[in-house]
């Protein structure tokens, strides 16, 4: 099956379906950095540029039409400004793809907030736009920790066809589903999927979630920073140092020995009676008693070192291979903001996997 990718990014669509034999006929992503991982990784394939320009070159005949349009108008976190942002309106040129060049199928990708934005009418408009160009549509929240990444990842996906709504079904829904036998459900754990900043158990040092918060373009030095994904660190354990001595000034703990000298960041956490946990410049008052719980202390972790997500670490969250970002010259900063913006690469396959077992019918 041929497919030609919009708002491309670092294009999780090709990582994912090359393995399936399918083909890219051609790529449209216009931000420099994704289009330098392009150049890099499929030189191949021509990149068009900016989709709003689809019109100005012949592309060949393609079965799939595959993009996740930029977000940021849609989210929760930005001003919500939908079909009325420039961004949001790259929907719009997706459909004027879709009816210019009738593919059999195709797969839209978008944050949960698009079913939302101007109270649901955005969204209306937008399959409404879908569905006059001749496709059936359907869609379905999708979320990454359940195929493969841990890392939680809520997205909406469409897809349509050109027949009706039903073979559009099949591939993002299970038919067991469809019948209301639903799989079991995984169970709550102790610290699975909790963030630093909530309900995390410092005292106890239950701090190791398994599961991220969603990578967002947004992310500094490796956290998130966006309302509506959270934060996520890591913590990991770090022998302590043996006769620490704490200064104010740089939060740091500090170890002279005969031949060494050792220096490591300390961070001071204080957790409320809600048990939520978050980082504070300055100790609290010591009590007379100390609670079991540490609620309304500050605990300073001496084992727990807390620290960002690596860019490496993040091309895992999305299901890249290791180092796929990592060109020469580029910043971490080109590198957080282009997997924060990808689609998560375990669910893209799943999806070319039942398009490929449907084309084969």
């Given at each position: 099956?041929?497919y030609?990718?919009?708002?491309?990014?670092i294009?999780?669509?090709?990582v994912a379906w090359?393995?399936?034999?399918?083909?890219?006929?051609?790529?449209?992503?216009?931000d420099?950095?994704?289009?330098r991982v392009?150049?890099?990784h499929?030189?191949?394939?021509?990149?068009?540029?900016?989709?709003?320009?689809y019109g100005?070159?012949?592309?060949?005949?393609?079965?799939i039409?595959?993009?996740?349009?930029p977000?940021?108008?849609?989210?929760i976190?930005g001003?919500?400004?939908?079909?009325?942002?420039?961004?949001?309106?790259?929907?719009?040129?997706?459909?004027?793809?879709?009816s210019?060049?009738?593919?059999?199928w195709?797969?839209w990708e978008?944050?949960?907030g698009?079913l939302?934005?101007?109270?649901?009418?955005?969204?209306?408009?937008?399959?409404?736009?879908?569905?006059?160009?001749?496709?059936?549509?359907?869609?379905r929240v999708?979320d990454?920790?359940y195929f493969?990444?841990?890392q939680?990842?809520?997205r909406?996906f469409v897809?349509?066809?050109?027949?009706?709504w039903?073979?559009?079904a099949?591939?993002l829904?299970?038919?067991?589903?469809l019948?209301?036998?639903?799989?079991?459900?995984r169970?709550t754990?102790e610290?699975?999927?909790?963030d630093?900043?909530?309900?995390a158990?410092l005292?106890?040092?239950k701090?190791?979630?398994?599961?991220?918060?969603?990578?967002?373009?947004?992310?500094?030095k490796?956290?998130n920073?966006?309302?509506?994904?959270?934060?996520?660190?890591?913590?990991?354990?770090?022998?302590?140092l043996?006769?620490?001595?704490i200064?104010?000034?740089?939060?740091?703990?500090?170890?002279?020995g005969?031949?060494?000298?050792?220096?490591?960041?300390?961070?001071a956490?204080a957790?409320?009676?809600?048990?939520?946990?978050?980082e504070?410049?300055?100790?609290?008052?010591?009590?007379?008693i100390?609670r079991r719980?540490?609620k309304?202390?500050?605990?300073?972790?001496?084992?727990?070192?807390?620290?960002?997500?690596?860019?490496?670490?993040?091309?895992?969250?999305?299901?890249f291979?290791d180092?796929?970002?990592a060109?020469?010259g580029?910043?971490d900063s080109?590198r957080y903001?282009?997997?924060?913006?990808s689609?998560?690469?375990?669910?893209?396959?799943w999806?070319?996997e039942?398009?490929?077992l449907?084309s084969?019918r």
């Open positions: 099956m041929k030609l990718s919009v708002c491309s990014g294009e999780s669509a090709s090359n393995s399936l034999g399918f083909e890219c006929v051609g790529l449209f992503e216009n420099a950095f994704p289009s392009l150049a890099h499929y030189p191949g394939v021509t990149n068009y540029g900016d989709l709003n320009d100005k070159h012949p592309i060949a005949a393609f079965d039409l595959v993009g996740g349009t977000c940021q108008s849609f989210s976190a001003f919500r400004a939908g079909l009325d942002d420039p961004r949001g309106n790259l929907a719009l040129a997706f459909c004027s793809v879709l210019r060049y009738r593919p059999r195709f797969v978008n944050v949960p698009v939302s934005a101007n109270c649901g009418r955005d969204f209306g408009t937008l399959v409404g736009a879908m569905v006059e160009c001749g496709y059936g549509v359907v869609w999708l990454a920790q493969g990444v841990p939680r990842r809520r909406v897809v349509g066809h050109t027949a009706d039903r073979p559009a099949e591939i829904f299970d038919p067991q589903g019948r209301g036998h639903f799989a079991p459900g169970g754990r610290n699975s999927a909790a630093i900043g909530t309900g158990n005292g106890g040092a701090i190791n979630p398994d599961i991220a918060n969603a990578l967002t373009a947004r992310m500094y490796g956290i920073t966006t309302l509506d994904e959270g934060q996520t660190p890591i913590v990991e354990y770090v022998p302590p043996a006769d620490p001595i200064t104010r000034e740089h939060r740091t703990y500090t170890h002279e005969t031949n060494n000298f050792r220096t490591r960041n300390v961070v956490f957790q409320n009676q809600r048990d939520e946990v978050r504070v410049p300055v100790a609290g008052a010591l009590p007379a100390r719980d540490c309304g202390e500050t605990l300073l972790e001496d084992s727990l070192a807390v620290r960002r997500l690596t860019p490496t670490e993040c091309e895992r969250l999305q299901g291979p180092g796929y970002t060109l020469p580029a910043s080109a903001k282009a997997l924060g913006n689609m998560a690469v375990p669910v893209m396959r999806l070319g039942r398009l490929s449907y084969r």
